[in-house]
């Protein structure tokens, strides 16, 4: 069992940056491929990122690459998504999510879901 925890969302302008932090639970984290995905307002949850459990290999959306970075401590049992220069479609609520296979977009591959961040960014 593994429970995820976000934070780091909030309001920022345009062009701006943020990073969310999701902290997980159990000594099992380091075995888990973790992921980053997003809701925006109206439309379905997407793929955003994803690392493999210890870090050597990531893979991002097309809408995000070089702007929005997913890198992981499994010392501190905690995954990041790093976003630079944010756009106001990049408004969303944001989920980590914690699973058994790595390199997939598909959320439900993923076994543990957090509650999610909002982030929202004004123009």
């Known amino acids: 069992q593994v429970q995820l925890v976000e934070s780091g969302g909030g309001l920022v302008q345009a062009g701006g940056s943020l990073r969310l932090s999701c902290a997980a639970s159990?000594?099992?984290?380091?075995?888990?491929?973790m992921g980053w995905f997003r809701q925006p307002p109206g439309k379905e949850r997407e793929f955003v990122g994803a690392?493999?459990?210890?870090?050597?290999?990531?893979y991002h959306a097309d809408s995000v690459k070089g702007r929005l970075t997913i890198s992981r401590d499994n010392a501190k049992n905690t995954v990041y998504l790093q976003m630079n220069s944010l756009k106001p479609e990049d408004t969303a609520v944001y989920y980590c999510?914690?699973?058994?296979?790595?390199?997939?977009?598909?959320?439900?591959?993923?076994?543990?879901w957090g509650q999610g961040t909002q982030v929202t960014v004004s123009s």
């Open positions: 159990g000594s099992t984290f380091s075995s888990y491929a």
């Open positions: 690392i493999s459990s210890r870090g050597a290999s990531t």
């Open positions: 999510a914690a699973g058994r296979t790595f390199g997939t977009t598909r959320a439900a591959v993923y076994d543990y």
